[in-house]
C-alpha cells in the first residue's frame, strides 16, 4: 500500500517536471522575441531621425539613409504584387472549382507544394538563368520582381485554395438554381466569399516578399545605387541587401545603423503581418 | 428565341476562355519547375565537361578562386552539415516541447500569447537572423568558450535552429491535434497523466507527422542562405568543428554571384552544380516527408 503511494506520487512529479520542460520551451520563443526587439531598439532608435528616411547611404555611420531601399523595396514589392496576385489567384480557382480529381490535377498539386519547398536561392539561380541573362531583362527591378513572384507564388495559390474550400457548396448550388454560370458563380460568389482568406494569404505572401533577399543577391539589388530607379528596368537595391551591406562593415557605428534599418523593416513587416491578422479575425466567417 | 440563344453561345465562349487562361495559370507552376530543373541542368552540364562528376562529388578541396582550382564539394557538404545538426538540436527539442505545450498542457489564454509570438518568429527575415547570430550569439559564444571564431558554424546554427523552430512546432502541433479525443480519454479513463499520454498515445499515434516536421524543418535549414552567409564565414573546411569558420552549399552560391565571375568559367558553372546538388538534396527530403503524410492519410482512411 505504502509502496502504491509512492510509485503514484513520483509519477505525479514526473509528470509536473515535464510540464514546467514544456512550458520552458515555449517561452524560450517569447525570450528570444524580447532580446532580439530590445537589442535593435537599444542600438538602432538613435540613427532614427527624418535624415534616416531620406538620406542615401554614405561612407559615414551618421550620413547614412535608407531612401533608395525602401524606394527599391516598394517598387519590388508593388511589381511583384502586380505579378503575383493575379496568376496565384487564377491558379487556385482552377485547382478548386474546374479541375477534375485526376492524376493531372494530383501533379500540379504536388509540384505547387513541392515549389514551396525549394530553397529561395535555387530560385536565385533560376532568375539569373532565365530573367537576367535567356530573356536579357538585365539586374533590374523587372527580373527581380519576376524571381519574387515565382518564389511566393505557391504560398499564394496554397492560401486562396484553403480560402476557396471554405465556401460551402450549397452557396455554389443557389448560383447555379438562380441561372447563374460556373464563371458567374465564381466570380460573384466563390472569391467574394473567400476574400478575406486570400488577402490573409496575399499579404502574408507579400512580407515574405519584403523580408527576402538571397534570390536578390543574384537576380539583382546593387550594393550601391547613386539614384531613385525610375522605371521596372532600372537598378535598385532593397532594405535586405541594404541591411547586408551594411552588416558586412566591421565598425562599430554601422551595428547600429544597421539595427535602425531592422528596425524599420521590422515594424514594416509586423504592420502587415497584424493587417493579415486583423483581416482574418474580422471577416472570418463560418458556415454551417 | 434568337436573342436568348445568341446571349447562350457568348456565355458558353467566354466561358471556355475563362477555363483555359484558369488552367494556364495552374500548368505555369509546372513550367516554373521545368525552369528551375532545366537551367540548373544546361549549366551542371558545362561544368561536368571540365571537372569529373566523381572529383566533384569526392574531393576534399573547394578553392574555384585558387590559381590551381579544386573542385571537391565535400567541404562544402560538411559545411552545411555542421551548421544543420547544431540548428536540429535546437529546433527539434524546443519545438517539439512547445508543440506538446501547446497542444496538451497550455490553457487557451496562453496559447493565444505564444501562437502569434511563434508566428512572428516564423516570419522574422533571416538577414535579421543572421544579425542576430552574428552580434549576439557570437560574442555569447565566445564569452562562453573561448577560442571561438567571429564566424563560427554555431552561431549560425543557433539562429537557424531558433528560425525554423516554429516550423517544427506548428507542423508537430498539427500532428498532435489529429489524435482523437477517444483515445486520450481512454488513457486518462486509465488513470495515466498528461505525460503518460502524451508519451504512450498521443506522440505515437502523432509520429509520422512528427517525423515530417522535422524532415522538413531541416530541408529548410539546409536551404537557408542569409544566415550562414553573414554568420558562418566563407572558409571551405573538411570538418564537424561547429567552432570554426565554415562555408555552407547556399552560402558558397551567395559568394560567387557577387564576386567577378566571369560568365561562362568554369567557376562560374559551379554555382550551378552546387545550386543543383541543393536542389536534389531538398527536393528529395520534402518529397519524403509529403509521403509521410500522404501515407498517414490513406492508412487512416482504410
Keep these: 500500500m505504502r509502496n502504491n503511494f509512492d510509485y503514484n506520487k513520483r509519477r505525479q512529479l514526473v509528470n509536473k517536471i515535464a510540464h514546467i520542460l514544456f512550458a520552458g520551451a515555449s517561452f524560450v520563443s517569447i525570450l528570444v522575441l524580447l532580446i532580439l526587439l530590445s537589442d535593435l531598439v537599444l542600438r538602432g532608435t538613435k540613427y532614427i531621425n527624418l535624415e534616416f528616411f531620406t538620406n542615401f547611404p554614405s561612407r559615414f555611420a551618421s550620413k547614412s539613409g535608407i531612401l533608395p531601399a525602401m524606394v527599391g523595396s516598394l517598387w519590388l514589392v508593388v511589381l511583384t504584387a502586380a505579378i503575383s496576385i493575379p496568376v496565384s489567384v487564377a491558379a487556385a480557382v482552377y485547382l478548386e472549382e474546374y479541375a477534375m480529381d485526376n492524376r493531372f490535377t494530383r501533379f500540379i498539386k504536388i509540384n505547387i507544394s513541392n515549389l514551396a519547398g525549394v530553397p529561395s536561392i535555387v530560385y536565385g539561380i533560376l532568375g539569373l538563368s532565365f530573367f537576367v541573362r535567356t530573356l536579357g531583362l538585365g539586374r533590374s527591378i523587372l527580373s527581380g520582381a519576376l524571381t519574387m513572384s515565382l518564389l511566393i507564388m505557391p504560398i499564394m495559390i ?76 532600372d537598378s535598385f537595391i532593397v532594405m535586405p541587401i541594404q541591411i547586408y551591406t551594411w552588416m558586412s562593415k566591421p565598425s562599430a ?36 | 428565341m434568337i436573342l436568348i440563344n445568341k446571349d447562350k453561345m ?130 555569447l559564444l565566445q564569452k562562453l568558450i573561448p577560442g571561438t571564431e567571429i564566424y563560427n558554424a554555431a ?101 560567387a554571384s557577387q564576386g567577378d565571375n566571369a560568365h561562362g568559367t568554369t567557376s562560374y558553372y559551379a554555382l550551378y552544380a552546387v545550386g543543383m546538388l541543393l536542389f536534389l538534396i531538398t527536393f528529395s527530403m520534402n518529397f519524403y516527408a509529403h509521403r509521410i503524410i500522404q501515407r498517414k492519410k490513406e492508412e487512416l482512411v482504410a
Design chain 1, 158 to 233: 496554397v492560401a486562396s485554395q484553403e480560402a476557396i474550400r471554405m465556401i460551402p457548396n450549397s452557396l455554389r448550388e443557389g448560383s447555379y438554381a438562380l441561372g447563374a454560370s460556373k464563371w458567374k458563380t465564381v466570380k460573384g460568389i466563390v472569391v467574394p466569399g473567400a476574400l478575406p482568406g486570400i488577402m490573409t494569404g496575399i499579404i502574408l505572401a507579400i512580407s515574405r516578399a519584403l523580408g527576402e533577399s538571397a534570390p536578390l543577391l543574384l537576380v539583382g539589388a546593387f550594393s550601391f545605387v547613386s539614384t531613385l530607379p525610375k522605371s521596372p528596368m
Design chain 1, 253 to 288: 557605428d554601422f551595428k547600429d545603423v544597421t539595427a535602425a534599418a531592422i528596425l524599420v523593416l521590422m515594424v514594416l513587416l509586423l504592420t502587415l503581418n497584424m493587417t493579415a491578422i486583423v483581416i482574418r479575425n474580422k471577416f472570418h466567417q463560418t458556415y454551417e
Design chain 2, 10 to 139: 457568348k456565355e458558353t465562349k467566354s466561358e471556355l476562355v475563362v477555363h483555359s487562361l484558369l488552367l494556364a495559370a495552374a500548368v505555369l507552376s509546372v513550367f516554373i519547375t521545368l525552369g528551375i530543373i532545366l537551367s540548373l541542368l544546361l549549366n551542371t552540364f558545362s561544368f561536368f565537361q571540365e571537372v569529373s562528376i566523381f572529383e566533384f562529388l569526392t574531393g576534399k578541396e573547394w578553392t574555384p578562386l585558387f590559381a590551381n582550382p579544386q573542385y571537391g564539394v565535400l567541404p562544402l557538404i560538411t559545411g552545411t552539415l555542421t551548421v544543420t545538426l547544431v540548428a536540429a538540436f535546437i529546433a527539434i527539442p524546443l519545438g517539439l516541447a512547445s508543440a506538446i505545450f501547446l497542444s496538451e498542457y497550455s490553457p487557451p489564454s496562453l496559447r493565444k500569447i505564444l501562437k502569434p509570438v511563434l508566428e512572428i518568429l516564423a516570419g522574422v527575415p533571416s538577414i535579421v537572423y543572421g544579425y542576430f547570430a552574428l552580434n549576439l550569439i557570437t560574442p
Design chain 2, 155 to 255: 552561431s549560425a546554427g543557433i539562429a537557424m535552429g531558433i528560425m525554423i523552430m516554429p516550423l517544427v512546432s506548428s507542423l508537430s502541433e498539427d500532428a498532435l491535434s489529429s489524435v482523437p479525443l477517444g483515445m486520450k480519454h481512454g488513457g486518462y479513463a486509465l488513470g495515466a497523466t498528461k505525460l503518460e499520454v502524451v508519451k504512450s498515445i498521443s506522440l505515437p499515434y502523432a509520429f509520422s507527422g512528427i517525423v515530417s516536421s522535422f524532415v522538413l524543418a531541416i530541408s529548410r535549414a539546409i536551404g537557408e542562405t542569409m544566415i550562414v552567409t553573414v554568420a558562418a564565414g566563407a572558409r571551405p573546411t573538411l570538418t564537424l568543428n561547429p567552432l570554426g569558420s565554415v562555408q555552407t552549399l547556399t552560402a558558397f552560391i551567395a559568394q
